[in-house]
């Protein structure tokens, strides 16, 4: 009888790079003449070290757009407002990658005060927006701001590419770890496809919505995107060779080696990855809720 082996995780390139230890993330950082990062105030397992609020906007312009505002904590706001202040601009809109409330949250009040509008890629927010898609171009003057459309995280998830080649990732693509793939509002084969586009843009510099910004090469950080999705596949199919098992077992023993306080949304992930593959004929999932492999 052959033994078949557990298959070997897929090297991370960023281990070797000279990025910000958890939690030494500066509160302000100017990544570009024209790109301002804000950490929110709001650490945790999924957010990492905060929510990363982008300034966008060139000197002397006296414009600026903000991307990703995040939550709605006073702390932040005032250091977003420092941060509009010292580029002597007034905020001509709001932006958002996608939906949920740790990049969304402050998005429809600050905009009330600031008197601009929200762009976002989506309708569930509770107020009316100017709804963002794929090939639109976000006003700025001598900044050119491109939306890609990049579902999979989730279904409306967007990122904004610069002229520069720089992409605001929000969470497609982290400075730490992998994203989530939020099933069943998010889509695997979509985020595969939307790791494939990235990737194909051929991006100089991600800054993404959580983690610091990876600079030295977006492309292997992509590549590796990838193929630690097909090493988790194969993890799967590893696990159900030895019997049905049910959503909880197989994240118990897929994940033994992440804080469990991230097993919701590994969960969340690898539902996505079930679907697919039931999708596809090759899992199915009995009236008990166990998968089995289809042989």
């Known amino acids: 009888m052959t033994t078949v082996r557990p298959p070997v995780a897929p090297p991370d390139p960023r281990r070797s790079w000279d990025l910000p230890t958890f939690g030494a993330m500066p509160a302000a950082e100017r990544l570009a003449p024209d790109l301002l990062r804000v950490l929110a105030p709001n650490p945790s397992p999924m957010t990492l070290d905060g929510t990363n609020t982008y300034v966008l906007g ?16 006073p702390a932040h706001r ?3 407002d420092d941060a509009v202040a010292g580029s002597d601009a007034e905020v001509r809109a709001i932006a958002l990658t996608h939906h949920h ?14 008197g601009c509008p929200v762009l976002a890629p989506t309708a569930h927010l509770a107020v009316d927006v100017p709804v963002i898609v794929d090939g639109d171009r976000v006003a700025l003057r001598d900044v050119e ?21 720089a992409v605001l990732t929000g969470d497609h693509v982290l400075g730490r770890g992998t994203s989530v793939v939020a099933h069943p509002d998010g889509d695997l084969q979509a985020y595969l496809d939307s790791l494939q586009r990235l990737y ?10 959580h983690g610091p910004s990876l600079t030295e090469d977006p492309g292997a950080v992509l590549r ?5 999705r097909r090493y988790r596949e194969l993890q799967l ?6 019997g049905p098992a049910g959503l909880e077992e197989l ?8 804080d469990r306080r991230v097993w919701p949304a590994a969960a969340a992930s690898l539902s996505a990855l079930l679907a697919l593959l039931r999708a596809q004929g090759e899992v199915h999932r009995d009236a008990g809720g166990r998968y089995h492999l289809v042989v």
Do not use: K, M, N
């Open 58 to 73: 060139a000197a002397g312009t006296g414009e600026v757009v903000i991307v990703a505002p995040g939550p709605d904590d």
């Open 78 to 80: 005032q250091r977003v």
């Open 101 to 114: 409330p740790d990049h969304a949250e402050a998005a429809a009040g600050w905009a009330a005060d600031l």
């Open 145 to 165: 701001v491109t939306v890609i459309a990049t579902p999979g995280h989730t279904r409306d998830h967007v990122a904004f590419r610069l002229g520069s080649g």
């Open 200 to 209: 194909d843009l051929g991006p100089a510099a991600l800054h993404p919505g």
């Open 224 to 228: 590796y995107y990838a193929e630690h």
């Open 237 to 242: 199919r590893h696990a159900l060779r030895d």
């Open 251 to 258: 994240v118990a023993r897929l994940y033994a080696d992440v």
